[in-house]
């Protein structure tokens, strides 16, 4: 299964925010091996990513990796849904403590390159 950046991210931003981005990514890989996939949408969530394509990684109880793929494709985890999240207000609080992140090479993280692991999962399963 592929892992884009962004379910990363959401994985640590909304379970282990003290892990960098490489232990995140490490420990998804290694819980992915004991993931369970369904193809039903978790009673908790308000996943935008309901359709024929997605299906759902039960990482444990609450949280779940959402998976597009089609027929052609592999599976690519696109994001990280967590039972209970921190809301919009909560998260805005949250962002506003955190210390800014370092701009790199001269560019913000906006206008840097993308990591090889982000990439438009849609675009990648139309095509």
């Known amino acids: 299964m592929i892992l884009t950046a962004h379910a990363i991210e959401r994985y640590r931003d909304r379970v282990k925010p003290d892990l960098t981005f490489e232990e995140a990514n490490a420990e998804l890989r290694r819980l992915l091996r004991h993931a369970t996939i369904s193809s039903q949408r978790p009673s908790w969530s308000n996943d935008e990513y309901e359709r024929a394509y997605a299906t759902y990684a039960v ?58 692991a982000e990439f438009d999962a849609e675009r990648e399963l139309r095509s």
Do not use: M
């Open 59 to 116: 990482l444990s109880d609450g949280i779940v990796l959402v998976v597009l793929s089609d027929q052609y494709a592999a599976g690519v985890a696109v994001t990280c849904l967590t039972r209970g999240g921190v809301g919009d207000e909560a998260r805005a609080k949250r962002n506003r403590r955190r210390p800014r992140r370092a701009v790199f090479g001269g560019r913000s993280r906006k206008d840097r390159r993308p990591r090889p």
